[in-house]
């Protein structure tokens, strides 16, 4: 269905005025061919073109929060990676976005808040253009705060969003079902609904403490893992929060032991770039309760450390899955994992990987983190 094909009720849920006529986007091209137009428009200048015409506000405006009305726009949206860096000479923190066709990075508005680096959380909404910086330690101190801002790409600015009920800091965090839970090391956590803008907490997590090292969330689950640590005397402890069943349980075995570098999600499936050797990527294989070494090199030598890694959340066609690997200087590493037959049967995966430089005014920036969003 195009845009101005919409039924009347769809246009009224979508906030006009009665008995508005809807018109073309383009006059004289077909509406599909004017929504992949549209969407080319940088978003950063989105506010700037709803002034053109109402259609093209209503097009702009719209939240993929509500695929219901609009299912076309969603289905177009463009996947724009999302990088927050520190720069060592200022401590300020950047967000840099990469648009998908120029390869060019957008600066955004600068991130609210003072944490200190790597003590704060960040999660990413992709379906909702949005973007939670949670938490944090006060840069200089260690006095954690509750504070959380959201950025919107379709407004292309920070909020500040409830705070949580408990001051954190180097928690773990991620989506699961649409909400976002954030784990402390204590095994406190609490979930925020972003429809009602709201904290509640949720079950406990029993036993000793797990430090966080890493966390990613998939499935309606969030794992946690501490990682191994020098000088290895014991297994890493890991834990699964289920949103289902509010219930947190023992990670298995084979996934805490072979968690060895950055998660990232994509196309529904947990990858790790291994943080020894060649920077390979693995992927979890549930039935087996293992990390699958995925065919292909490693992440290339000239995204150089330290890493971060972020992932489609969709497959990107033919059933491969898209990961960046952001490293120094915002270098990045795009992979594209494609199917690939088992020498034995069965499925296998293979790694192909693209570099974009990052420009020469980003060399000392340190990147932290990286969401993917569809923009």
């Known amino acids: 269905m195009s845009f101005s094909s919409m039924s009347k009720q769809q246009v009224l849920e979508a906030g006009d005025e009665v008995g508005e006529e809807v018109m073309e986007l383009i ?3 077909p509406e599909e061919v004017a929504e992949k137009c549209l969407l080319h428009l940088p978003f950063l200048y989105h506010r700037l073109f709803r002034t053109v015409s109402s259609t093209w506000n209503r097009f702009l405006t719209v939240s993929p929060a509500k ?8 289905s177009l949206s463009l996947p724009f990676l999302f990088a927050f860096a520190f ?4 401590r300020r923190l950047q967000c840099q976005a990469l648009d998908p066709f120029s390869r060019r990075w957008l600066l955004l508005p600068p991130v609210p808040g003072g944490a200190a680096a790597g003590s704060f959380a960040v999660v990413g909404l992709p379906r909702r253009g949005e973007i939670y910086v949670i938490g944090g330690v006060e840069e200089g101190g260690d006095k954690a705060v509750r504070s959380v801002a959201v950025y919107s790409a379709a407004r292309n600015g920070w909020e500040e969003a409830a705070g949580m009920g408990t001051p ?18 204590d095994g406190e956590a609490e979930v925020f609904d972003p429809e009602e803008g709201t904290w509640a907490p949720v079950a406990v997590r029993r036993g000793a403490a797990v430090a966080r090292y890493d966390a990613a969330a998939a499935g309606g689950k969030l794992y946690v893992t501490e990682g191994w640590a020098w ?48 920077w390979r990527l693995k992927r979890y294989d549930e039935p087996r309760d293992e990390w699958r070494m995925v065919a292909g090199s490693g992440v290339p030598p000239e995204v150089r450390r330290p890493h971060v890694v972020s992932g489609e959340v969709e497959e990107v066609g033919g059933g491969r899955r898209r ?19 088992a020498i034995h049967g069965g499925e296998d995966e293979r790694v192909d990987w693209e570099v974009v430089k990052g420009p020469a ?13 569809y923009a």
């Open 168 to 185: 954190r800091g180097y928690m773990a965090a991620g989506e699961v079902g649409g909400r976002l839970v954030v784990a402390g090391e």
């Open 87 to 90: 720069d060592p000479v200022s």
């Open 361 to 373: 005014e980003f060399a000392g920036l340190a990147p932290c983190n990286a969401q993917v969003l």
């Open 27 to 29: 006059p004289g091209l």
């Open 323 to 341: 990961i960046y690997v952001v490293g120094a200087g915002l270098d990045v590493a795009i992979g594209t994992v494609s199917p690939s037959p």
């Open 67 to 74: 695929p219901v009305a609009f299912p076309s726009v969603v």
């Open 231 to 278: 000088p290895f005397e014991r297994a890493p402890r890991g834990a699964v929060y289920d949103a289902a069943s509010d219930s947190w349980s023992e990670m298995a075995r084979g996934m805490r032991e072979g968690w060895t570098g950055s998660c990232a999600v994509a196309g529904g499936r947990m990858y790790i770039v291994a943080e020894y050797g060649e």
